[in-house]
């Protein structure tokens, strides 16, 4: 699946939903600058982005080194 998203230049729409949770750290909880956004996403998503580095470091030394 990950060879045919990267082939095929297509991003799969599911992973383009995310859910943005704010977690309070500390102070006053009526200040927006007190919270900070973790990201939900789904697991495909998850992994694509853990892979995608990889696959454009060795194209980038197969390019350029």
């Known amino acids: ?16 939903n995310v859910i943005i949770v704010p977690i309070f750290k500390k102070g ?5 600058e007190k919270y900070r956004g973790i ?3 789904n697991d ?3 992994l694509l982005s853990t892979l995608l580095p990889n696959r454009i470091n060795k194209w980038a030394q197969r390019q350029y080194f």
């Open 28 to 32: 006053n909880r009526t200040c927006a």
């Open 44 to 46: 495909v998503a998850k």
């Open 1 to 16: 699946m990950f060879n045919y998203i990267f082939d095929k230049c297509i991003y799969p729409e599911s992973c383009c």
């Open 39 to 41: 990201t939900l996403i």
